[in-house]
């Protein structure tokens, strides 16, 4: 076992950056390790979405380069008074995978201007640790082994990711399917309580599998809630899942 299962209030103590203790202080406040995957196409989608969502989750991710209508002022400047009122992170999941100068330039200019409302971002490792430097209002949460079939996050990629992730202070966790270091958050995605994959690659777990064999902090839902019927009563569906599981594997 790499990873001994640690509670929130453990974590909190040992962490250093400013964005670890606040999404941990939101999930002890909330009793929850649910982070809601936007993957929706339109602004009224996205913010009905999270105000639907909003007292569930720790943090709301988000792919805002598929939202077709995107205005700075009419999805981010909403967005943000919702995540403020119901207290919630936001996750951009850019999967930055460039240069240190590019990914710096993509992080804050465009029409996005990510490292304006983004509390966590995602990014690859694959530019090496001078690369994570400049991603400095958020906290990055690095790409160390992927869900999909046939990934080629194999182990030998998965370790060295996890060294450079591991070493850079601006790194506050990982998305594995695997264990990682207990001095990283674990953030896992491919959770759904009614399938096990999607035809499309996509394998799916339970959120008894992560947070009891893989020691997970924080688990990612995208279809399991914003596909349901009742995207409200999914997320507290979820919300209840991971936190029991989470309880359970203390
Ligand atoms: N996502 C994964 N697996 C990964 C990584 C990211 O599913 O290994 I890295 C993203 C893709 C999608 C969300 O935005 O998490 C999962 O959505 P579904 O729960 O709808 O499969």
Redesign the pocket.
């Known amino acids: 076992e790499k990873r001994t299962r640690k509670s929130y209030e453990e974590k909190n103590k040992e962490t250093q950056h400013h964005i670890s203790q606040k999404l941990i202080n939101i999930a002890i406040a909330k009793k929850s390790n649910l982070i809601a995957?936007a993957?929706v196409l339109t602004t009224s989608e996205l913010l009905s979405l999270a105000e639907k969502v909003g007292p569930n989750i720790v943090a709301l991710?988000t792919?805002i380069d598929i939202i077709t209508d995107f205005d700075y002022e009419k999805t981010i400047v909403p967005l943000l008074e919702i995540a403020k009122r119901h207290d919630f992170l936001l996750m951009e999941?850019r999967?930055f995978a460039d240069i240190g100068n590019t990914q710096e330039l993509q992080y804050s200019y465009g029409i996005y201007r990510i490292s304006s409302w983004a509390d966590l971002v995602?990014s690859q490792v694959i530019g090496g640790y001078a690369a994570m430097e400049y991603f400095l209002n958020s906290g990055i949460v690095a790409?160390l082994?992927?869900?999909?079939k046939g990934?080629l996050t194999d182990n030998h990629y998965r370790n060295e990711a996890e060294k450079i992730a591991i070493e850079h202070p601006n790194i506050i966790g990982g998305?594995c399917?695997n264990e990682i270091s207990d001095s990283l958050l674990l953030f896992t995605?491919?959770?759904?309580l009614a399938t096990a994959g999607?035809g499309k690659g996509?394998q799916?777990n339970t959120p008894e599998h992560v947070f009891k064999n893989l020691h997970s902090d924080f688990i990612?839902?995208?279809?399991?809630i914003y596909k349901a019927d009742d995207a409200e009563k999914a997320s507290l569906e979820y919300k209840i899942a991971g936190w029991n599981a989470y309880l359970a594997s203390l």
Do not use: A, E, L
């Not at 082994?145 to 999909?148: E, L």
């Not at 995605?189 to 759904?192: C, H, K, S």
């Open positions: 995957s993957d991710k792919h999941d999967k995602t790409i082994g992927m869900s999909s990934t998305v399917q995605p491919g959770v759904n999607d996509q799916y990612i839902v995208g279809r399991g």
